[in-house]
């Protein structure tokens, strides 16, 4: 069974700091692409940041520069440093996993206040 788990999120002031984590099992976690996504109320789900196998790194404009993705496939888990938090970065945040089909976990909130 594929279990993808989210931790770190919470509460922070703008200009603050989270450090989101995903541990996955279930799955042969060095092939799949990991990525964040985040769905914010009101809005469609969107692309937070993407990492491959090979580590090729992928953001949206509106986080590059503020967040970092990493992976340690040692311990089969998916990181999201992000710096710099504002308020438009609250939402939900999803842990995702890729490989001919998606994975994705229960969802964390982030949110940021002002």
């Known amino acids: 069974q594929v279990q993808l788990v989210e931790s770190g999120g919470g509460l922070v002031q703008a200009g603050g700091s989270l450090r989101l984590s995903c541990a996955a099992s279930?799955?042969?976690?060095?092939?799949?692409?990991m990525g964040w996504y985040r769905q914010a109320p009101g809005e469609q789900r969107e692309m937070v940041a993407t990492?491959?196998?090979?580590?090729?790194?992928n953001y949206a404009d509106s986080v590059k520069g503020r967040f970092t993705i990493s992976r340690d496939n040692a311990k089969n888990t998916v990181y999201l440093q992000m710096n710099i938090l504002k308020p438009e970065d609250t939402a939900v945040y999803y842990c995702n996993a890729f490989f001919m089909r998606n994975f994705w976990g229960q969802g964390i909130r982030v949110t940021v206040s002002s």
């Open positions: 279930g799955i042969n976690f060095g092939i799949h692409t």
């Open positions: 990492i491959s196998s090979s580590e090729r790194t």
